[in-house]
């Protein structure tokens, strides 16, 4: 398997497929000991769960008018900041699975924050984000 890093730190090869071999797997997420992975069709993206100060869970809801009547939608995203105001934005079917991905982050790092608060977004986010 291809790795890519998402951040500045480089992990080697050996490390990152035993880590990607036992980490707990959502759809497009897996949850390791030593990072986060973002899988693609050709390679898979990682960042070390140090780098990650800040995650939350994103729900946009979205509302239109069909045949019959009104329909809304919720989509679900993970939403993970690194310590240098760089933020990665996944879209995930299920608001249980980005619960569960938060609930491993804050285990594996206990020093990460876990849910939005206008605070913190003044806190980890640059002015221009």
């Known amino acids: 398997m291809k790795f890519k890093k998402i951040s ?3 992990l080697d090869l050996q490390t990152l497929e035993k880590d990607f071999e036992q980490a707990e797997k959502f759809k497009k997420i897996a ?3 030593k990072c986060i992975y973002y899988m693609g069709l050709m390679q898979t993206k990682y960042l070390p769960l140090s780098e990650i100060v ?4 994103r729900q946009e ?3 239109g008018t069909m045949c019959c009547g ?3 939608f919720s989509s679900f995203f993970l939403m993970v900041t690194t310590g240098d105001k760089k933020q990665q ?11 569960a991905i ?14 939005y608060s206008k605070e913190r ?8 984000t």
């Open 8 to 10: 500045e730190t480089e």
């Open 31 to 33: 949850v390791g000991k």
């Open 54 to 57: 800040w995650a939350y869970m």
């Open 61 to 63: 809801d979205c509302e």
């Open 70 to 72: 009104r329909m809304g």
């Open 89 to 99: 934005k996944t879209y995930l079917e299920d608001a249980k699975d980005v619960k």
């Open 102 to 115: 938060l609930a491993l982050l804050e285990e594996r790092n206990p020093r990460m924050e876990s849910g």
């Open 121 to 128: 977004a003044a806190k980890y986010l640059s002015s221009s």
